[in-house]
């Protein structure tokens, strides 16, 4: 836990930053007033945690201070987190293999990757196919944004980079039949996994929001299941304008699972809570930071001590 706690608060140190630059010593070792409960409540809100979620943190501060006027600064933090946990309940995705194992005879499991330009989808499903493989899952990638011509060549790099299973078409091909022709490539194979980069866009493109459709249909062909996973990656630094953007795919697509990305570059690292609270979408992994090892697993508690500058 300890390592993991750490990659967090580096990955949202900026979140941090932008608490404890506020708060000042808040969560150290003196005494709160009422003056730095003021300065707690910017904070929150600066950090993008919702009116619901900071408005929870404060009243339960505000009457812990009430009973106990001694109330000290990381007893506050203390019950801020454990406010976290009691919102994040169920929030984390646990993600396994349920058919694959090396076997041809049973089916990968699909993960489509869905999301608007920008929100480092691509990116997100070389590392996530990397995390599996570490894991000791074998993993086929399908170069299905053939939409955005840098999309194929980006995830062939990436591929290249860190020794994935890629299966690509030019830039252009029907991602349909590419995300067919994966899925016929993972099962001779026995894998795991198949990931599925889906083209970027904007949940107000029909057009594009019918070729996801079309994807979904022709995975069905091989397995009526597929795909178990269909995860939105959400650019992180959104903050809570990402809401609007997630329910429409949810509505569309029967969103299973979020991925929030580049959390390491803003200070709205709140904003996945109220994502959770609107949805109840499990979040399976957080982009902390450029590099593979960077996409960890979501962790309530890794999150909620990190954000509180807890330790463990």
Not at 165 to 187: R, T
Not at 257 to 286: C, H, M, N, W
């Amino acid at each position: 836990m300890f390592g993991l706690l750490k990659k967090f608060k580096d990955g949202l140190s900026k979140t941090v930053s932008a608490i404890a630059a506020k708060t000042g010593s808040i969560f150290g070792g003196k005494k709160i007033d009422a003056s730095s409960l003021e300065t707690l409540e910017e904070a929150l809100y600066t950090a993008d945690f919702g009116v619901e979620t900071a408005t929870e943190i404060l009243d339960e501060i505000k009457a812990a201070y009430r009973k106990d006027k001694e109330l000290r600064g990381q007893e506050a933090a203390a019950i801020g987190a454990e406010v976290l946990r009691r919102v994040l309940e169920g929030a984390e995705g646990k993600l396994e293999a349920v058919g694959g194992g090396g076997s041809a005879a049973a089916n990968p499991v699909v993960i489509a990757m869905i999301g608007v330009n920008g929100s480092g989808k691509t990116t997100t499903s070389a590392k996530l196919a990397w995390r599996l493989k570490e894991d000791g899952k074998s993993v086929t990638l399908a170069a299905c944004d053939t939409f955005r011509a840098a999309a194929v060549e980006q995830l062939r790099a990436w591929a290249t980079k860190l020794d994935l299973e890629l299966v690509a078409n030019q830039p252009g091909a029907d991602a349909a039949a590419v995300a067919f022709d994966a899925w016929q490539a993972a099962k001779s194979r026995g894998r795991d996994f198949l990931i599925v980069d889906t083209a970027g866009r904007l949940h107000t493109k029909a057009p594009l929001m019918e070729e996801l459709a079309k994807i979904r249909r022709v995975l069905q062909m091989n397995d009526p299941t597929a795909p178990q996973h269909r995860w939105l990656v959400v650019d992180g630094s959104l903050g809570s304008n990402s809401i609007e953007q997630a329910k429409v795919f949810h509505q569309s697509f029967g969103l299973t699972g979020l991925v929030v990305t580049k959390l390491d570059g803003t200070s709205r690292g709140g904003a996945l809570v109220g994502i959770y609270r609107q949805l109840k979408i499990p979040i399976y992994f957080l982009g902390l930071g450029e590099k593979a090892e960077d996409l960890q697993p979501f962790s309530v508690e890794s999150y909620a001590k990190a954000v509180f500058g807890l330790e463990d």
